[in-house]
């Protein structure tokens, strides 16, 4: 596909495909002209990752995308899937100490959090399907650190490789217990906490970490945050210091999906010089 460039009024440059009836082209300019995007490396990375999910029909299981690209606090906000600057699109808010640049969104372990107005009760239409995705650059170990999630009748969490917990990574998705634990020799790259019909399973990098069956459990009536944890109400806890290039809610994945996931993911961050 080839793709030339226009100039909207607002000077932020168009992405138009010239091949192929558009691909993810669309979509991908409503969030580059949201965001502000005028880097033509940038934008072909966007459009790639929108046609690629496309391609894997993994888009219409996304509820929000945050790729985290232009390396401001006002770029790194926008959801791709829904780029209205709303609390009703997901759009993040930042709160506390945030590092902003052009590899990813490092909070400081201490304050900082991501808000991103995506409650699972009313966010999912079952308690069975469901994911969420962290891409962390920093390889680091920390003690009772959560990248993402939120808690209350059950987890919707990820913490990587834990160094309260022998450098264990916990994911879970809509479950008390049943999560997937799993030894982590370093924290680099696209972790997934997934649940799908009533296997609760979780990914690093496309690759399953094991899976459990777990009862049809009720969804979370607490929004999730990323950088911490949001636990028993509007309480913000177990702050993490790593940084994310890449972040996601939605339906739960197939195996095939996961892995076909990671590469689309992977790929982008490549295309970014950003990778891990």
Partial sequence: MLYGYGVLNNHVPTLKATAMGGGGATDAQSFITAAAITDATQQNAINTLVTDLKTYGIWNKMKAIYPFVGGTASAHKFNLKDPRDLDAAFRLTFSGGWTHSSTGALPNGTTG??????????????????????????????????????????????????????????????????????VDSNSLGLYVSNRINNQANGFKNGISKGSNTVADNARNNRNVVIGANNAFGFNITAYSSRQSAFASIGDGLTDTEAANFYTAVQAYQTTLSRNV
């Fill in 113 to 182: 959090y991501a808000e991103t107005y995506f409650n699972p009760t009313t966010g999912y239409s079952v308690n069975n399907s469901a994911h969420i995705s962290f891409y962390s650059r920093t390889n680091s170990s920390e003690a009772g650190d959560n990248d993402m999630g939120c808690y209350d009748v059950n987890n919707l969490v990820i913490s990587t490789r834990r160094s309260d917990q022998s450098n264990n990574t916990f994911l879970y998705a809509n479950t008390l217990s049943g999560g997937i634990g799993f």
